[in-house]
Nanobody
């Protein structure tokens, strides 16, 4: 049973930074493509960032490019989302997801495993 546990969320002010972590267990982390998604109240879950198995390729939604960075440490079975210059519109529950297969990083349907989410709130 693959488990994903997010941490690092919190309440910050606009312009601050946060680093989210997603620790995985019960599977072979290095064989998964990983993604970060977020969901704000009343909105659909949206793709934020993705990273391939080796960590050599990253994908970002346009609204976070240049501010957010996704990295992975396959030795620690963990993927991180470094979030800089946070804005109030970044407020959401952030989820990490894992996929042992292949597909479009932006599509949440491709991911087989999900964490429980961590709340990020950015005040203005």
């Amino acid at each position: 049973q693959v488990q994903l546990v997010e941490s690092g969320g919190g309440l910050v002010q606009a312009g601050d930074s946060l680093r989210l972590s997603c620790a995985t267990s019960g599977g072979t982390f290095s064989s998964y493509d990983m993604g970060w998604f977020r969901q704000a109240p009343g909105r659909e879950r949206e793709f934020v960032a993705g990273i391939n198995r080796s960590g050599g390729t990253q994908y970002y939604t346009d609204s976070v490019k240049g501010r957010f960075y996704i990295v992975r440490d396959n030795a620690k079975n963990t993927v991180y989302l470094q979030m800089n210059s946070l804005k109030p519109e970044d407020t959401a529950v952030y989820y990490c997801a894992a996929d042992p297969g292949s597909g479009n990083f932006y599509n949440p349907v491709r991911y087989d495993y999900w964490g429980q989410g961590t709340q990020v709130t950015v005040s203005s």
